[in-house]
């Protein structure tokens, strides 16, 4: 089957990702990448508004101490049915490949209301895209469902938007439709069913994503995590000067991978981020300067080969 300008004829480049209508691409919607873009407004704001105020709305159920709250935060964080109509994602790897959405969001409150409730609790936690790094169990595909979910209302308007500038998606037997759905409404801060126009592929609903809020990999997984900023703090940790030379020395990151307090995986990756913190140095902080200092888009070749 086609990609979406394929499939419309729409010649030209587009603006968004230029999926295979009938199939899962090999792309995740990364809540970090849209965060620092900067377009297209004014979509990117609102989007980062849900983003932002979910996440919010979830910290304070969190941190409130009362059953009420507790059981809102869960109830919250089980809305999160698979978002099929972006094509993005491995579907057998998503919420339908976890016990779906009413696990995950187990997996994800149990996580921050106990392993890691102090980071909530002092504000080390601030967006959606940390919930990765000490969430054992969320990655990629996930992230990219739950992001969509959040953000669904204003990709409906992205979509609506692009579907205004080509004419070609309502052009001969090519329709939109009224779809109701799930979206989050970052004023009310709750769950709101709503009635959205988008357009059809394939018999589908077809929501679109800007180009560049979609990657491969997550630019905060809790891989890279480790593998730099968490590894590093290790080095510099046990370091000893060279009583000789003055020089210091440190590990190499190969030598701390084998050892058992450094091995990979969540609660190494939870420990060492509470000791750190509690020598009163955030290590997710300096995690976040250092992948939005080394972010770069993903090119059109790249987003190309993924999508076909």
């Not at 105020?53 to 979830?58: A, K, P, Q, S, Y």
């Not at 409404?185 to 679109?208: H, T």
């Not at 020395?249 to 609660?267: A, C, P």
């Not at 976040?288 to 993924?306: C, G, N, P, T």
């Amino acid at each position: 089957m086609a990609k979406v300008s394929e499939h419309y004829k729409i010649s030209g480049p587009v603006e968004f990702v230029d999926v295979n209508v009938a199939k899962d691409n090999r792309l995740f919607v990364d809540p970090r990448a849209v965060r620092l873009e900067r377009g297209p407004k004014p979509f990117v704001a609102q989007a980062n508004k849900c983003t932002t105020t979910f996440f919010d709305e979830v910290v304070d159920c969190v941190v409130s101490g009362k059953k009420s709250e507790e059981q809102r935060g869960l109830d919250l964080l089980q809305h999160f049915k698979e978002p099929k109509e972006t094509r993005l994602g491995l579907s057998k790897k998503g919420f339908d490949g976890h016990g779906g959405a009413e696990d995950v969001g187990q997996w994800i409150w149990h996580a921050l209301s106990t392993d890691i409730k102090a980071f909530v609790g002092v504000g080390l936690l601030k967006h959606i895209e940390d919930i990765p790094i000490f969430v054992e169990g969320i990655d990629k595909d996930i992230t990219s469902d739950l992001t969509t979910r959040i953000i669904f209302e204003p990709l409906a308007g992205f979509t609506q938007a692009m579907v205004a500038k080509h004419p070609e998606f309502t052009r001969g037997r090519h329709k939109t439709e009224i779809f109701d759905r799930q979206v989050w409404n970052p004023r009310r801060r709750k769950w709101e069913e709503k009635a959205l126009e988008l357009p059809v592929a394939a018999g589908k609903p077809l929501l679109l994503v800007p180009k560049h809020w979609a990657r491969h990999v997550l630019l905060m997984s809790s891989g890279r995590y480790y593998g730099t900023t968490m590894l590093s703090y290790a080095q510099d940790e046990r370091a000893v000067r060279d009583a000789r030379t003055g020089k210091l020395i440190k590990e190499s990151k190969d030598v701390l991978k084998d050892k058992k307090e450094f091995e990979r995986g969540h609660e190494t990756i939870v420990r060492v981020t509470r000791q750190a913190l509690e020598k009163r140095e955030d290590l997710l902080d300096r995690f976040r300067a250092f992948v939005d200092s080394r972010y770069e888009r993903l090119d059109d070749d790249d987003i190309d080969k993924r999508t076909r």
